[in-house]
């Protein structure tokens, strides 16, 4: 139980600062075109078109994928819906932590500035990319851990190994379902669609693949347990 809450904890803070890396890189490059993490993307938008901040954008919609991820399993389980809350409520936090330092709120960083020049705006791209990769590599760690998971990886985790044979590309593909809704709902509201862009399109294409990589490449020796997908 020490070593996977330790896994958890890693996993948790390397997924939120991820997350933050990719909505932040995207707002430092005008006019913007980078955009970020498909779910973080989403959900940005929709804190906009209803006025919360990213914690209760985070935790709102989280509750309500734990509400699918029952319908998909087959049956309600207070434990994994406790799991799931008990992993949103740490993470949520996070994501406003790490949005705080990156935009400069804390003393000890002034924060990223916006991309001025053409290498600026290259390394900004990379630093996208590797939030990406933070995130696919987190989901990964925590999923094989499967202690509690954010109500959006328990999803892909679901569809998975109930319905893709164990395909991390097309269950995360098939996850996407969700906050494309979610995005489709803000636009109608705001007329806006930010934080979408190349860096978007990459986490598409990859973070699924990337995900299965690091099953393989990050902490080896540590398999997936414990799963409950349903009959």
């Known amino acids: 139980m020490t070593t996977s809450i330790s896994f958890f904890v890693i996993s948790l803070i390397i997924n939120s600062a991820g997350n933050v890396l990719t909505l932040v890189t995207s707002a430092k490059i005008h006019p913007s075109f980078l955009g970020s993490a498909y779910w973080t993307a989403a959900e940005a938008n929709l804190s906009v078109a209803f006025g919360w901040n990213l914690f209760w954008t985070f935790l709102i919609l989280g509750i309500l994928t734990t509400v699918l991820n ?16 008990i992993f949103m409520v740490p993470f949520s936090a996070l994501i406003q932590i790490f949005e705080d330092f990156f935009l400069g709120k804390y003393p000890i960083f002034a924060g990223l500035p916006d991309a001025t020049t053409p290498l600026m705006v290259g390394f900004y791209i990379l630093l996208n990319f590797i939030g990406v990769a ?5 989901i990964s760690i925590y999923q094989r851990v499967n202690l509690v998971l954010h109500p959006a990886d328990d999803l892909m985790q679901i569809l998975r190994f109930k319905y893709f044979k164990g395909n991390a590309n097309l269950a995360m593909w098939a996850s996407y379902i969700p906050p494309t809704l979610m995005a489709i709902l803000a636009l109608v509201i705001t007329h806006q669609f930010t934080n979408f862009g190349i860096g978007t399109i990459f986490a598409f294409l990859f ?3 990337i995900t299965g990589i690091a099953d393989k490449a990050v902490f080896p020796h540590l398999k997936h347990q414990a799963l409950d997908v349903g009959k």
């Open 207 to 209: 973070q699924g693949g």
């Open 134 to 138: 933070m995130i696919a590599t987190a």
């Open 70 to 85: 029952a319908i998909l399993v087959g049956h309600w389980e207070w434990g994994r819906a406790l799991g799931n809350l």
